[in-house]
């Protein structure tokens, strides 16, 4: 057996961090374990090559884009996988490398981890191209056909504010056009295509 893998778990819940644990320590391929409650816990490590793995459940990151880019940041040679235990903003994990759910099996669960025992991760997603909450819904509405009047009047904002949202968002996700526009919010499961089909 070669080096054993190093791996962080950001876990709140004593039960969930155990049982990941457990099922971590099963697998063939040795690794070792190091546990936070918390992020500011998990920051305290340092070293972002002290870790070969981060496992973090979002809700420690109190969507918050900012604790999510710090993370990132700091283990920007890591493979930060995402453990799924609850509703959770769907912007920030898409940051991660991979995502488990408390819901996966056993063995979905390693094979998720063991992909990335000899991985380097991907690029360090730009953390400022995501979308914010009122920018999604934004885009919702304007996906749906909807007017800039008619958002405005919907999400109770001015027209003013719907225009700057929209050029916040084309200049995030790159795209000018609203039917560029629409296809990002569907290849990115903001509006169910089955909407369009009446």
Known sequence: ????????????????????AAILQQMKDGV????????????????SELFKIVIINPVTLNNSKKNLNNLLTLYNKTNVVGLISNHYDRNLSDNFADNIFVTDRHETITQIISK??????AATNDIDNTLSEREIDVLKLLATGKSN??????????????????????????????????????????????????
């Open 149 to 198: 009047k008619e958002i405005a009047e919907e999400l109770f904002i001015s027209i003013h504010t719907v225009i700057s949202h929209r050029k916040n968002i084309s200049n995030k996700i790159g795209v000018k056009s609203t039917a560029a526009l629409v296809i990002y919010a569907v290849a990115n499961g903001l509006i169910d295509v089955d909407s369009f089909t009446e």
């Open 1 to 20: 057996m070669g080096t054993r893998c190093k791996i962080l778990i950001i876990e709140p819940s004593v039960i969930i961090r155990e049982g990941i």
């Open 32 to 47: 070792e374990l190091s546990f936070a409650d918390t992020l500011d816990e998990a920051l305290k490590f340092g070293q």
């Open 116 to 121: 990335h025992f000899n991985t380097t991760p």
